[in-house]
């Protein structure tokens, strides 16, 4: 299985993030699995595409051109895509994975993790959307999702198909148990 990890081109301020990925990508190694990223060397897009390369398994990175430099792309992966643009780049990333996972990052973390899981609700695909819930990192979110329910805006049914843990080995043991809910137009 390749998962599409979408996660922070910084570290985070407090060692635990770093120490999470590194668990993340130890447990992706123990059951062969491989990974799709950002492309970038820096951050915690780094330190997990380095732990998964140091375990053996694969790990494929898609980088916009506008970012080679600025990003700082990875030179030791088993591949690097250089694409033109954004768009074009979450559209390889979600073309390549199995299923998707988000770690904490920022606003383009959150901005690929929702495009992914409204394509999910939508019918476009039946892959598991997780988010690693790091030191309760997602959490606010998570409650901010809840209000939309509650509000009218969303069905429980997305909330409760949305992987949400703490833990590498269940994240992954959800991931793959998973199936998709029938479309929100079925």
Not at 12 to 21: K, L, S
Not at 46 to 56: E, K, R, Y
Request: proline share 2%.
């Amino acid at each position: 299985m390749r998962h599409a990890i979408y996660c922070g081109s910084s570290l985070g301020c407090d060692d635990v993030y770093a120490n999470a990925a590194k668990v993340l990508a130890a447990q992706i190694v123990q059951r062969k699995d491989n990974i799709v990223y950002g492309g970038a060397s820096v951050g915690l897009m780094g330190v997990i595409a380095d732990a998964v390369l140091s375990g053996g398994q694969s790990v494929i990175g898609v980088m916009p051109k506008a970012l080679t430099d600025k990003e700082l792309q990875h030179s030791g992966l088993t591949q690097l895509h250089i694409v033109d643009d954004m768009q074009t780049r979450k559209t390889k990333m979600a073309n390549l994975a199995d299923s998707y996972i988000a770690m904490p990052g920022g606003v383009g973390t959150l901005e690929e993790i929702f495009e992914v899981w409204t394509a999910g609700q939508l019918g476009f695909h039946q892959k598991a959307c997780a988010f690693y819930n790091v030191n309760g990192y997602f959490d606010e979110l998570i409650n901010f999702v809840e209000n939309m329910i509650n509000k009218g805006f969303m069905r429980r049914k997305y909330l409760d198909k949305l992987i949400v843990s703490d833990d590498a080995s269940l994240l992954l043991d959800a991931i793959e148990n998973y199936t998709a809910p029938i479309s929100k137009w079925q």
